[in-house]
C-alpha cells in the first residue's frame, strides 16, 4: 500500500491543460525555497517557463527567495529512448 507521498494524486501535481504532466517536490530552508520538478514526459520551452514563473511565485507566497527551480529535463519513466529502424 502506498503511502500519501508515494502517490501521485497526492503529490504537488504539475497539470497543463487539464493533464497531469508531473510531480513537484520542494526544500524550504529559512530564507529559501527550492522548487525540483519531475516531469512524466519532456517538457516543452514553455511548459518549463511557466513552471519556473511558478515556482517564482510560490517563493513569493512563502516569503522567501527562490534558490532554484531546477528544470529536469528528462522524463521519469523509466524508458530507454526508443530506437527507429529503417529499412
Known sequence: ?????????????????????GTWKRTIKPTTVTVEPRWFRPPTVGETALFVAGAKRYAAFL?????????????????????THTT
Open 1 to 21: 500500500m502506498l503511502g500519501p507521498r508515494e502517490n501521485v494524486l497526492f503529490n504537488n501535481i504539475i497539470a497543463i491543460a487539464g493533464q497531469v504532466v
Open 63 to 83: 516569503g522567501v527567495t527562490l534558490a532554484s527551480a531546477a528544470p529536469q529535463h528528462t522524463a521519469l519513466t523509466g524508458d530507454a529512448p526508443r530506437r
